[in-house]
Every structure is written in C-alpha cells, then in structure tokens.
C-alpha cells in the first residue's frame, strides 16, 4: 500500500505529456496523481471534489486558456498550488503565472525529476524556477 501525502492534477491538451509525467510522480512513495485530464470543465469539477495539493498545468494549451483555469483553480481551493509547464519562456507568461501566486514556471524540457522536485517544493511552501525562467 502506498503512503500519499501529497495529492496531484495534471492537466494538458497534450496525452504524452500527462502520461509520462504521471507515471514518475506516482512512482514517488509520497504521491498520487488524482486526476490526469485533458480537458478543463472535467478536471475543474474533479478538482471541486478533490483535495488537490498541487496542479500542474499546460501553459500552452491549445485554447491559450490556462491562467483563466488556474484562476479558477484558486476560486475552488485556496490549497491548491500552481506550477506551469511551458513549451516557450517568455515574459507574458512569467507574468501571468506570477500574479495566480504560482509555485513553479518549469520549461518542459525540464526532466521529470525537476518536476518531482518542483511538486515537492510546492508543498514545502518553495518555488522551482526553470533556469529561462531566473534569467528573465
């Protein structure tokens, strides 16, 4: 039986992406992922009737609605802490995840240990910056 402390939503447009995260943070004796979507009215209403500590979400999805999803995040769960996921760094996005009290901005050519890392910092109260991220 598995020990978890820490409660996770992935959220993306893209299935690989989630997958394979997915699978490493589950690998993690601490974690579970909860909900793995792809699609945002149905990860909102998991994420209402969960206990999410930590959502990690595409900030290049398709419908270029992420910050409106994690604000609505934050409206569901004050529990809940933000880290984006990004294709591209750049100072619009940096800014948009800043003012939602993000946790973490990681490049996705992040490995998935920095992204373990980054969901453990998170619930440490600590923020994970990609290196694209620090820079700017």
């Known amino acids: 039986m598995k020990l978890c402390d820490i409660r996770i939503a992935v959220i993306s447009d893209r299935a690989v992406l989630p997958e394979a995260i997915e699978d490493r943070l589950n690998s993690q004796s601490e974690m579970t992922v909860e909900i793995a979507s792809s699609r945002s009215g149905v990860a909102l209403q998991q994420i209402s009737n969960s206990d999410i500590d930590v959502a990690i979400l595409d900030a290049d999805r398709s419908s270029g609605q992420a910050f409106e999803f994690a604000s609505q995040i934050g409206e569901l769960s004050k ?58």
């Open 79 to 136: 529990k809940t802490k933000l880290i984006f996921l990004a294709g591209t760094i750049a100072v619009p996005l940096i800014r948009q995840a800043l003012r939602l009290n993000t946790c973490g901005i990681l490049a996705k050519t992040e490995s998935t240990a920095a992204i373990v890392d980054a969901v453990r910092g998170a619930v440490g109260g600590r923020t994970s910056f990609s290196a694209e991220v620090q820079r700017w």
